[in-house]
């Protein structure tokens, strides 16, 4: 009898250790397309839950500029989808919403243009949702693509990257204590205190980016990694030797990334290799989901997800 519960006991724990070991699953562009309404946001946060995901990602573009001439570089004619009439909800709201409909699933901003915000609003409402969502939300950021947005904001275009890395470590600073001083190339500011803080001391910043230069950035100062493109797996090395030789511990880093073989006839296989190249999280467009979104994720689930 005690042999048989401590056999139940060690299957128990295998289990566990092995659902550790798991895939990750997320929704990427989440906030778009038939999900940008209230009840949209909803149905896809519950269907999501209920199948399984870990997380679902939003994407942001704070204004539309008509006839931009900047090149968009997630598409081959260099157009992002859709046209200024389109929705792209507010990412931290809509996420505000999706947490309030769900319990367990993490919500992220993939990504957030932080150049184009301040980042002691930013870090406020960062943390308050943060906070209410009892500790679910990441921040994905990214330096941006849209030259004429920033213009249109009146932001400057140049220096974007020193800024983003000074407006993150800004943020960490005043989620971590009060009484903050801070006199960097962009923001000065003495003796101040921001709350709430992040439920767990700090909200994870993942870098955003497809390029060497984001690789590197996520390996030297980002929790997690999130390459929408490219040679997963180089980038994916350079982040961990960057933070290799920085004195960061490389396997900290959350990856999260793309395999088109998840849609293929061996998704399983997809799912294995995605894991070689050091991939934590692999994440699905939400169009995959349009019409019965619950049904289509749950079919998803059966045959990509490992259980």
Known sequence: MHRAVFCTAAVFFDLIDNQESLMKFGVAFANTVTFTTGEGAATLAKAAEAAGFESLWTVEHILYPEGYESTYPYAPDGKMPGSGDSPIPDPLIWLAYVAAHTTTLKVATGISLLPERHPVMYAKEVATLDS????RLMLGIGIGWLREEFDALNVPWE???RRTEEYADVMRKLWKADGVSYDGEFINFENISSNPKPTNGSVPIHIGGHSEA?????????????P???NMAELIDIAKQTAADVGRDPDAIDMTGVHPGIFGADPA????EAASWGIDRLVAPAFMFIGDTEQKMAEFAAKVMPV
């Open 132 to 135: 209410m969502s009892n500790g």
């Open 214 to 226: 984001a690789a590197k950035r996520a390996g030297r100062m980002g929790d997690g990694f999130f």
């Open 159 to 161: 220096g974007r990257t």
């Open 228 to 230: 929408a493109k490219g």
């Open 269 to 272: 296989a997809a799912v294995e």
